[in-house]
């Protein structure tokens, strides 16, 4: 299994950021900020204009101070190529892998809140504020590579952040064109028809939103779930959705 998390030894000061990864010490300028640089040689960590600096311990100076921005790159995350995307926490470390360019399964996550609490969910919800999480999956979306064939956005439950999630669509269909998106939902929130119109009226080409019933039998569903009147909510989701679509 690949990992998308790793914590280096290296720490500095600033705030968590997403970049993409390269390898070309060569970069254009005008991308530099907006990327890290994995090191191939001693002599790129003090390339000027990247972000940051991703090297393997073996590069890293002996003896001499470490130059600025240089994170080191845990081994979990030696699979680490051109065009994937990264969150850097330069105070603590951590790395954590928000997109990878070969990978056919990227996924954005919107929040780790839910209105559900299904028995089988194997992420179950979080309370507690990941507002967070809404500028990764927009900074994420902006550096990927337009030949992603399709994206997931999901959650928790994605549609609880409304405003959030319009946007990324917005995003996603200005940056990403050719790009199917997957959105998975509950679909309670599409019980409102006019949740249902504003996701259409976005126009995404390429959009679905797979919205799973776990049973034909209301009270089964429900169960599952563990929220009582939700099968119903879920079916009148479902028919506006196919209503506005
Ligand atoms: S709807 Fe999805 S995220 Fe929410 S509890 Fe169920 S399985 Fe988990």
């Given at each position: 299994?690949?990992?998308?998390?790793?914590?280096?030894?290296?720490?500095?000061?600033?705030?968590?950021?997403?970049?993409?990864?390269?390898?070309?010490?060569?970069?254009?300028?005008?991308?530099?900020?907006?990327?890290?640089?994995?090191?191939?040689?001693?002599?790129?960590?003090?390339?000027?204009?990247?972000?940051?600096?991703?090297?393997?311990?073996?590069?890293?100076?002996?003896?001499a101070?470490?130059?600025?921005?240089?994170?080191?790159l845990?081994?979990?995350?030696?699979?680490?190529?051109d065009?994937?995307?990264?969150?850097?926490?330069?105070?603590?470390?951590?790395?954590?892998?928000?997109?990878?360019?070969?990978?056919?399964?990227?996924?954005?996550?919107?929040?780790?809140?839910?209105?559900?609490?299904?028995?089988?969910?194997?992420?179950?919800?979080?309370?507690?504020?990941?507002?967070?999480?809404?500028?990764?999956?927009?900074?994420?979306?902006?550096?990927?590579?337009?030949?992603?064939?399709?994206?997931?956005?999901?959650?928790?439950?994605?549609?609880?952040?409304?405003?959030?999630l319009?946007?990324?669509?917005?995003?996603?269909?200005?940056?990403?064109?050719?790009?199917?998106?997957?959105l998975?939902?509950?679909?309670?929130?599409?019980?409102?028809?006019?949740?249902?119109?504003?996701?259409?009226?976005?126009?995404?080409p390429?959009?679905?939103?797979?919205?799973?019933?776990?049973?034909?039998?209301?009270?089964?569903?429900?169960?599952?779930?563990?929220?009582?009147?939700?099968?119903?909510?879920?079916?009148?989701?479902?028919?506006?959705?196919?209503?506005?679509?």
């Amino acid at each position: 299994m690949i990992s998308l998390h790793g914590c280096g030894a290296l720490r500095y000061d600033a705030d968590p950021f997403v970049v993409r990864v390269t390898t070309n010490a060569n970069r254009p300028y005008v991308v530099r900020d907006k990327e890290a640089l994995l090191c191939q040689s001693p002599e790129d960590i003090s390339r000027p204009g990247f972000r940051c600096f991703l090297a393997p311990s073996f590069l890293l100076p002996v003896e001499a101070e470490v130059p600025a921005r240089v994170l080191e790159l845990p081994a979990e995350l030696t699979h680490l190529e051109d065009g994937d995307v990264i969150r850097c926490d330069p105070r603590t470390g951590e790395i954590f892998v928000t997109y990878r360019l070969r990978s056919t399964a990227n996924t954005l996550l919107l929040t780790e809140t839910c209105n559900n609490k299904c028995i089988m969910c194997c992420q179950p919800p979080k309370s507690g504020n990941d507002d967070y999480l809404a500028s990764v999956a927009l900074d994420t979306l902006r550096l990927m590579d337009r030949s992603t064939t399709e994206i997931g956005v999901s959650g928790g439950e994605p549609t609880l952040k409304w405003d959030v999630l319009l946007k990324v669509l917005r995003t996603a269909k200005g940056y990403l064109p050719d790009t199917a998106i997957q959105l998975l939902s509950n679909g309670r929130v599409f019980k409102y028809l006019s949740r249902a119109q504003e996701l259409a009226a976005i126009r995404h080409p390429r959009l679905i939103v797979g919205v799973p019933l776990n049973s034909a039998t209301p009270e089964v569903h429900d169960y599952i779930v563990q929220r009582r009147g939700v099968f119903d909510e879920t079916i009148l989701g479902i028919m506006n959705l196919k209503r506005k679509r």
